[in-house]
C-alpha cells in the first residue's frame, strides 16, 4: 500500500508519515547527503494536517511529505542553490508551487541538494557536498536535481519537486530509478524558482510512482497571473484518467537514439518498448536527423542566460559576489555567457543557436506529428563513479537526449525501464504540448506491466 492510500485509508497519520521519514534521514543521510535542509517545522505542519484530516478539510496531498530542490523558495527555509553565494539565504516568500502544495495541506520536508546553481548533470558540483545515488551506491545520481531524486530512491520522502533546464529532473531519475516529469513549457508557473535559463526551466515532479508523480503534477500545474511564462491552463486532472490500456497509441523510437547510446542501455529501452507493445500500443519508426545538434544549441542558449541572471549577485543584494565564491563550471558558465554576450560574437554564436532551437522544434513536433509519443533513452551511457574525472564536454553529453523536449517547450517524463549491472535504466517518454496525460498512462501502463 502507498503512503497516499494509507494516508487516505486512515491507516497511517500524516505525523506518523512525516516522523518516519524524518527518522530515516536522520539515520541515513549523512551518506547519502540529499537534504541541505530539513524543516524543523515539518512535525508541527503535519499535526496541523492530521486537524484538517480529523474534520473532513484535508487537501489532496494530505499528510504526504514533500522534499523541494533548493532553488525553489520556501519561505523561512534556505533557498541556496547549493552555493557558498546564497548559502545564508532565506527564503521571505512561497514560490507558486509552494503555494498550492500548502493549499493541498502537503508537508515540506527539507531542501535537497543539487548542482550548484543547477549548473551540472552529475550532482557532484555542490558546495555542501556530491550527493549519493541511493540505487546504484558509489555512482553519480545524475542532476542537477540531485537530491530530489535520490530523497525517493532513499525513501527519505513520497514526492519531491525538481528544476528541469535540459534534462535536471528526467537524468537523475534515470540514475536513480524513479518517476520523474518535465511538463510543458509553461504548464507550471515558475514563479520563486532561481533561474537557470527562463527560457528553458520548468518545475516537475519526482516520485516512487506514477500516481503520485500525477497527483503532485496535477496540483502544481495551471495558470499563475503573476507571471508571462505561464499558459492559460486553468487546471487539470491526471489521477482519475490513469489508463494502462494503450490501444490505438503510437509510439516512434528514432534510430538515431541507437546511435548515441551505450548499446547496453538500448537492449533495456527495447524491452521496455515491447511491454508498451504488449498493453495495445504500436511501436513505429520516427527520424529526428538534427539531434546531436541540439547539444551546442542548447549550451549556448544556457551560457548566455545564465551569464544574464547571475548579474543580481553582485554582492551587495544577495550573500557574496558568485563570482568570488562560485565552483568551477559556475564560473565556466559565467565566462563563457559573457563571451558571447559580446556584441561581436552574439551573430555568431547566440543567434545562431536560436535559429538552430527553431529548427529543432519544428523537427520535433514533426516527428511527433504522426505518433504519440516518441520512447527512447533518457541518457547515452551509464552514470559514472563519484569522484572520477570526467571532461566538461563528456559531462554535457549526458544531456544529448534530453536536451531538445526543453528546447521544443515539449513534455517529457521518465520510469525505470530496467537495469544494466545493477543500475537503473530510465525510458523517456515525450508528447506534443499539454499530452502529458498519454505520457502518464504509457508509464502507468509500463509500471504494471
Same mark, same amino acid.
Given at each position: 500500500?502507498?503512503?497516499?492510500?494509507?494516508? &487516505?485509508?486512515?491507516?497511517?497519520?500524516?505525523?506518523?508519515? $512525516? !516522523?518516519?521519514? =524524518?527518522?530515516?534521514?536522520?539515520? &541515513?543521510?549523512?551518506? /547519502?547527503?540529499?537534504? /541541505?535542509?530539513?524543516? =524543523? &517545522?515539518?512535525?508541527?505542519?503535519?499535526?496541523?494536517?492530521d486537524k484538517k484530516i480529523e474534520r473532513g478539510t484535508a487537501g489532496k496531498l494530505a499528510g504526504l511529505a514533500i522534499a523541494v530542490k533548493?532553488?525553489?523558495? $520556501?519561505?523561512? =527555509? &534556505?533557498?541556496?542553490? !547549493?552555493? +557558498?553565494t546564497l548559502e545564508n539565504y532565506v527564503s521571505p516568500y512561497d514560490a507558486t508551487v509552494i503555494e498550492r502544495i500548502r493549499r493541498e495541506d502537503g508537508v515540506i520536508i527539507g531542501m535537497t541538494n543539487m548542482d550548484e546553481f543547477a549548473c551540472g548533470s552529475s550532482g557532484e558540483t555542490s558546495y555542501f557536498g556530491p550527493t549519493q545515488n541511493p540505487a546504484a551506491m558509489g555512482r553519480i545520481p545524475g542532476g542537477s536535481s540531485s537530491g530530489s531524486a535520490a530523497a525517493i530512491a532513499a525513501n527519505f520522502a513520497d514526492?519531491?519537486?525538481?528544476s528541469d533546464t535540459g534534462g535536471s529532473i528526467r537524468n537523475p531519475a534515470s540514475h536513480c530509478g524513479v518517476v520523474g516529469i518535465k511538463p510543458t513549457y509553461g504548464l507550471v508557473p515558475r514563479y520563486g524558482l532561481i533561474d537557470l535559463a527562463m527560457s528553458l526551466d520548468q518545475i516537475g515532479p519526482l516520485a516512487k510512482d506514477v500516481y503520485s508523480a500525477a497527483l503532485l503534477l496535477e496540483v502544481i500545474a495551471g495558470y499563475n497571473p503573476k507571471e508571462a511564462t505561464t499558459l492559460r491552463v486553468e487546471s487539470v486532472d491526471y489521477t482519475s484518467k490513469l489508463n494502462a490500456d494503450l490501444s490505438g497509441y503510437t509510439i516512434g523510437f528514432a534510430r538515431e537514439f541507437e546511435e548515441y547510446t551505450s548499446p547496453e542501455i538500448i537492449r533495456e529501452v527495447k524491452h521496455a518498448l515491447a511491454k508498451l507493445e504488449a498493453q495495445g500500443? @504500436?511501436?513505429?519508426?520516427?527520424?529526428?536527423?538534427?539531434?546531436? +545538434?541540439?547539444?551546442?544549441?542548447?549550451?549556448?542558449? $544556457?551560457?548566455?542566460?545564465?551569464?544574464?541572471?547571475?548579474?543580481r549577485y553582485d554582492g551587495r543584494r544577495y550573500g557574496y559576489r558568485i563570482e568570488e565564491v562560485c565552483g568551477e563550471e559556475v564560473l565556466r558558465r559565467i565566462m563563457l555567457g559573457r563571451y558571447i554576450s559580446q556584441k561581436e560574437y552574439s551573430g555568431k554564436y547566440y543567434k545562431k543557436a536560436l535559429q538552430f532551437r527553431s529548427l /529543432? +522544434?519544428?523537427? =520535433?513536433?514533426?516527428?511527433? @506529428?504522426? $505518433?504519440?509519443l516518441i520512447a527512447g533513452p533518457t541518457t547515452p551511457k551509464l552514470p559514472h563513479r563519484l569522484g572520477e574525472e570526467i571532461d566538461?564536454?563528456?559531462?554535457? !553529453?549526458?544531456?544529448?537526449?534530453t536536451v531538445p523536449a526543453n528546447l521544443a517547450g515539449i513534455p !517529457?517524463?521518465? /520510469? +525505470?525501464s530496467g537495469e544494466v549491472k545493477g543500475i537503473p535504466v530510465g525510458l523517456q517518454l515525450q508528447a506534443k504540448p499539454l499530452d502529458e496525460q498519454k505520457i502518464l498512462n504509457a508509464m502507468y501502463a509500463l509500471e504494471g506491466g
Open positions: 500500500m502507498s503512503a497516499v492510500e494509507e494516508l &487516505r485509508s486512515g491507516a497511517l497519520t500524516a505525523e506518523e508519515n $512525516v !516522523a518516519r521519514y =524524518l527518522e530515516a534521514i536522520e539515520a &541515513r543521510d549523512r551518506e /547519502i547527503n540529499a537534504f /541541505i535542509e530539513v524543516n =524543523l &517545522r515539518a512535525i508541527e505542519d503535519a499535526q496541523a494536517v533548493s532553488n525553489i523558495n $520556501v519561505r523561512g =527555509l &534556505r533557498a541556496t542553490c !547549493a552555493s +557558498k514526492v519531491a519537486l525538481g500500443a @504500436s511501436v513505429v519508426e520516427v527520424e529526428l536527423p538534427n539531434l546531436a +545538434k541540439a547539444l551546442p544549441t542548447y549550451y549556448l542558449t $544556457v551560457f548566455v542566460e545564465f551569464f544574464s541572471a547571475t548579474r /529543432i +522544434k519544428k523537427e =520535433l513536433l514533426e516527428a511527433l @506529428s504522426g $505518433v504519440d566538461p564536454l563528456a559531462m554535457y !553529453a549526458y544531456d544529448l537526449l !517529457a517524463g521518465v /520510469i +525505470k
